[in-house]
């Protein structure tokens, strides 16, 4: 009579091998996942879990929808869609729902019921990264972008401010589209670099002028907003407020940062944003430009602006940084064709501040 072969279950371990990974390996996994909302599904996890998140460095904030101040979800504010001129001036006092979902069904893992993270009933950016207490680099990312534009028409910034504008840069052009192919461009005989005379009648100049002032205004109400944050986090080292759309992306390093809490904001008058300094700006310019990937730009402008006075126009270490700060503030096919546009003829203009 042959005996029947027995299943036997793997003896139960007495430890979980997980638990085995020291704090310090555990946290810089939860830094290359970054994301608020994947944060916060694993502070559900365990207790463990729940005491490490709140030491991440590295956070990510993604803003999908801003609804209205009762939070009715309903009433959801499509910001891809046309938006009131004062949107941003009210954005981070909106609720914002999408945000914060995943922490409303978290728990204290104590089993008192109490949430953990308590503060969150206003769903805002400020009260979510409340709970984070050595926040090092943050990034929070908009909706859409600030600036409304019409299709095919390219318009792109970036802002560095400390408690002030340092430098802006903006890359526009009136249409960007994929060079037919066969199709060779033949630039214009007169085309010297030097600015062409329908530039100033056909309102070339005038739309320009419009993107500055819509750019700078959208960078210095994102600036404003950024001040409870920044003054709840000293741990801060980098900053970035951009959107999804990648329009424009407002930028603070360690320094500016400093420069911010020491010094008083001077906000304008009009609305909930930083006031504008008086600008020297330089302006470059192309009717056409080809660029890489079968791209071609036209009307190809490039803005590069700094507060008057800072004693910063002149110097060849000064000029070098610029330099430097204009072609890195792009990637891909823009960086070209910012490089391009920098060796064209400079156009020197002067903007009171607002």
């Known amino acids: 009579m042959h005996t029947k072969a027995r299943i036997h279950a793997d003896p139960v371990l007495e430890f979980d091998r997980f638990d085995c990974l020291p704090d310090s390996l555990v946290l810089l996994i939860l830094n290359k996942l970054e994301d608020v909302r994947s944060l916060g599904r694993c502070s559900a996890v365990s207790r463990r879990f ?10 990510c904030v993604k803003i999908d929808r801003v609804v209205t101040v009762d939070g009715d979800s309903d009433d959801a504010l ?3 869609s046309p938006k009131p001129q004062n949107i941003l001036s009210h954005l981070f006092k909106l609720m914002l729902f999408a945000i914060t979902k995943p922490f409303h069904d978290i728990r204290n893992p104590n089993g008192v019921g109490r949430p953990l993270f308590p503060q969150l009933s206003q769903h805002s950016p400020a009260q979510v990264l409340k709970n984070f207490s050595d926040v090092r680099n ?3 990312e908009l909706p859409s972008g600030d600036v409304g534009i019409e299709e095919g028409v390219l318009l792109n910034w970036r802002a560095e401010y400390g ?4 430098n802006c840069v903006i890359l526009g052009g009136t249409l960007l589209n994929h060079k037919a192919v066969g199709n060779e461009h033949e630039p214009s005989s007169d085309d010297n670099g030097s600015m062409p005379e329908s530039f100033y009648t056909n309102g070339g100049l005038k739309l320009r002028i419009v993107w500055t002032i819509s750019c700078l205004i959208a960078a210095s109400t994102r600036h404003y907003l950024l001040r409870s944050i920044i003054n709840h986090h000293p741990t801060l080292r980098s900053l970035v407020l951009a959107d999804a759309d990648g329009q424009g992306a407002l930028c603070m390093g360690a320094e500016q940062l400093k420069d911010f809490r020491e010094h008083q904001l001077s906000a304008s008058a ?9 600008c020297n700006m330089k302006l470059n310019y192309a009717p056409y430009l080809e660029l890489p990937g079968g791209l071609a730009l036209q009307g190809a402008t490039l803005l590069v602006i ?3 006075g800072d004693g910063s126009s002149g110097g060849h270490g000064s000029r070098k940084e610029a330099e430097a700060f204009v072609s890195g503030a792009f990637d891909g ?3 070209f064709a910012a490089k391009a546009l920098m060796k064209r003829r400079t156009y020197l203009l002067d903007m009171n501040g607002f």
Request: hydrophobic share 35%; proline share 11%; glycine share 0%.
């Open 333 to 335: 096919p823009l960086r």
């Open 138 to 140: 943050l990034r929070v």
């Open 306 to 308: 700094k507060p008057a």
């Open 270 to 278: 009009c609305s909930n944003r930083t006031q504008v300094p008086a």
């Open 163 to 166: 408690s002030t504008l340092q």
């Open 50 to 59: 729940s005491c490490l998140v709140p030491l991440v460095h590295d956070v």
């Open 78 to 80: 499509n910001l891809s």
